[in-house]
């Protein structure tokens, strides 16, 4: 199941001074891993889930060797990996252009249209996750509720993305923090990069 919550455009897209609104996948930070795709394997009673590690390194080497030999890789039912280079380029008193470190600077993948279609009929439903469009302490005490029940401190990182759903900005989520510290509600734990917070006693 897909959860969702739903974020505002930017306020330059708004008609008539109304806001309108886009779906985001909840939890769209986390990235799932070879363990996670060989469990859904297993589940699936996939026999090549065993094998998966090894056949994907083989994997890599073929495409590779193909990628060195200038093509796009096509993998049916998936999409396709296209090459994209980089280099310097100058051109000298005669006008000819010379290039240094070319390199594949990156690979795009386009899905085949059969993996699109499959995806598309995956369910979505709202999160449970609080979304709130615009910063508001109202809701703040539920907000922190919530996160203080499974967490025993706060980072700012947090605040942004879990409590807000990633609709304030780093400055309003200081002004918030500076606000529950001066209350007294909040005290500092750590400091610099590491610096979070926990609930007052």
Do not use: W
């Not at 051109?91 to 899905?111: E, L, Y």
């Amino acid at each position: 199941m897909i959860n969702y919550t739903l974020h505002p455009n930017p306020k330059a897209s708004a008609r008539k001074g109304k806001l309108s609104y886009h779906p985001r996948i909840d939890g769209l930070r986390k990235v799932a891993g070879l363990n996670d795709v060989r469990r859904t394997m297993h589940r699936a009673n996939s026999p090549m889930a065993h094998f998966l590690p090894s056949t994907l390194i083989a994997l890599q080497d073929a495409m590779l060797s193909l990628l060195a030999d200038g093509n796009s890789i096509h993998l049916p039912n998936l999409g396709t990996f296209t090459p994209q280079l980089a280099g310097e380029v100058t051109v000298d008193a005669d006008g000819k252009p010379h290039a240094q470190g070319v390199h594949i600077a990156d690979i795009t993948f386009r899905p085949d249209p059969e993996l699109l279609a499959a995806a598309r009929r995956l369910p979505a439903e709202p999160s449970e996750a609080i979304h709130i469009p615009h910063v508001s302490l109202a809701t703040l005490d539920e907000n922190l509720e919530r996160h203080f029940a499974t967490h025993d401190t706060l980072s700012r990182r947090q605040l942004i993305h879990d409590l807000y759903a990633d609709t304030i900005s780093q400055y309003q989520a200081n002004r918030i923090l500076q606000h529950l510290v001066s209350e007294g509600r909040l005290e500092r734990v750590g400091e610099g990069c590491k610096m979070c917070y926990r609930q007052k006693k």
